[in-house]
């Protein structure tokens, strides 16, 4: 007993349950054994009570515990409103042992477990073991899938900005808070091919000055429209004169800040 409550406690961690029964005697019962390994635990008196609940914690409920007759709203209306609004909310249904016709209809709705009315303890608890392991599983997979989605979309940002590199017909790069380039177009790179630092030494001399310890790039992009016009600069050993013009960008597999610098010859 105390290594499967154990177990349980591990697998209903951030895991949310709504109970519903009417009856006080057994609802007391049953939230005294639930409690020994889940916290987040929402209770309601009948069906109608319930679904209020479910509909302000939808996001938040993954399986739902309740009996089947109960005033106002008897369960399985309950929960036939609830798999409409969630289809993949997990459910317990508690019956009497004589309920075949309600059984059915449990079923059809989707209800995974029952349990059968006086509900014992071992019974519960095994239930509960092999529901929660299915919670669990199901949100491990979820985790699996979004880490995906999220490798993908990364990968789409970065392309994404590689391209509309190249498709900026002036100079151009994507460079971090110390002036780190992240990306660049070929102007840039042809322009600027002796050395990649030079450019931002000279920027940050002409903006901020020789002993200046504020950053250029927050100077300019608190201008309006982040723009500084005629800067001159070394382009390829020759002084040229500049507007340039920079702004803040996002790129997800970057904590710092980013930024994409745009030069245009006068």
Known sequence: MLEQLKELKELAQGTEILYVEDNEDARNATIKILKKFIQNIRVAQNGEEGLNIFKARAQYIDL????????????????????????????IVISAHNDTRNLVSAIDIGVEHFLIKPIEPEKMLHTFLKILTRIQNSKELKLLQQKS?????????????????????????????TDTIIASNEL???????????????????????DGLSSWKEIVTTLQDGLMED??????????????????????????ENYLLILTEK
């Open 188 to 210: 840039f790179n042809y322009s600027f091919s002796i050395d990649k630092t030079t450019i931002f030494n000279e920027i940050q001399t002409l903006i901020v000055g020789e």
């Open 149 to 177: 989605i999220n490798e993908r979309l990364i990968h789409a940002v970065n392309v994404s900005h590689k391209t509309i590199l190249k498709n900026i017909p002036f100079i151009a790069a994507i460079i971090d808070i």
């Open 64 to 91: 739902v515990l309740t009996d089947i007759s109960m005033p106002i709203m008897n369960g399985l209306d309950m929960l036939r409103i609830m798999k409409e609004m969630k289809p993949e909310l997990h459910s």
């Open 231 to 256: 800067l001159e600069l070394t382009c390829l050993l020759e002084k040229q004169i500049f507007n340039l013009y920079i702004n803040k960008v996002f790129l997800q597999d970057h904590e710092s």
